[in-house]
């Protein structure tokens, strides 16, 4: 059984001489539709190379790993372009997305995770758009100011909406929402305005709608937006971080947006208040604190540089993740 789960994965040992061999044979037969990925591993056929005592100690080691894992490796196993996917054809499957009929077999079109729904077998893409959740914190921009709603861009297949009856007042007083709000809408937010909010639900039409009820959302000034790919930032806890060494905050939005701004201790409208007249009063006299000091753009622009590299080098989470569904 391992030796055919080795030929499944493209390897086999050559021990036609005296000195072992570890050949890779190439699991998969190019074809034009997947020639790229394919080609490369039919170049890779007949390529031999010698294995020490000790190498050949940890390879029988890893054929036995294979074997005791190979049940679960069927069913939970990462594939990349043009892999055959191990399916039991005597039972019905559906094909789902990332998955085509090749020559007979299951092949995957896409990079990522078998799935299985009963059923349905499908690839889990790990470079993929954002896929909302219930609960979860984005954070988004304005891009239409419209009847009782803003339209945000949160990186998903659709505009959310945040309603006019979702989010707290400017006065923090719990009202029904009057025509004059609805007049005063650009006041609290208009276009380009980046806005934390969280997932509340979804529409009949496959929408999605926001709602920013808690004080710790609302709109994101004096700092940077950065845009990462959606499967590195995972759901957790807590979104919300507080650098105090630098004085910065950092959300990490799930659908890929991440937030780095100027700390600001309250969103209490009492104390965002008392801070605009005290910013109207210093310009009045010539100083404008309205701007983000000098050492804060600074520790901003490096702490973005740093989740930058990161994503560059994706923090070893796709990784992290493939293991994970191995060894479950």
Known sequence: MGGNLIEALGFKVSSSSSLPFFCFTGGVTPKSSLCRVADNKEKMRGLKLPLSQTQRVRLQRAFEKLQSLSAKANSDASVTVADTIPVNYEDAFLKGYGTTDLNGELVATVCGVVERVNKLVYVRAL????????????????????????????????????????????????????????????????????????????????????????????????????????????????????????GIDLILGRNGYIWIGE????????????????????????????????????????????IRVLTILEMEAERRSLTTKRKR
Not at 263 to 284: F, G, P
């Open 127 to 246: 470079r993929a758009r954002y896929k909302p959740e219930v609960g979860d914190v984005v954070v988004g921009r304005v891009v239409e100011v419209a009847q009782k709603r803003w339209r945000l861009e949160i990186n998903f297949s659709q505009d959310a909406v945040l309603m006019l009856s979702s989010m707290n007042m400017p006065d923090g007083i719990q009202r029904r929402r009057t025509a004059l709000d609805e007049l005063n809408m650009r006041s609290i937010f208009e276009e380009n305005d980046i806005v934390c909010a969280e997932v509340r639900n979804f529409q009949h039409d496959g929408s999605l709608q926001l709602q920013a009820r808690s004080q710790k959302y609302g709109k994101l000034e004096k700092g940077q937006l950065l845009i990462i790919d959606p499967y590195l930032v995972r759901k957790s806890k807590q979104h919300f971080h507080h650098l105090e060494q630098f």
């Open 263 to 306: 700390h600001v201790e309250a969103r209490d409208s009492v104390v965002i208040d008392q801070a605009k007249s005290i910013e109207q009063s210093t310009v009045v006299e010539g100083i404008n604190r309205a701007y983000t000091p000098l050492e804060m753009r600074q520790n901003i622009c490096r702490i973005a540089n740093a």
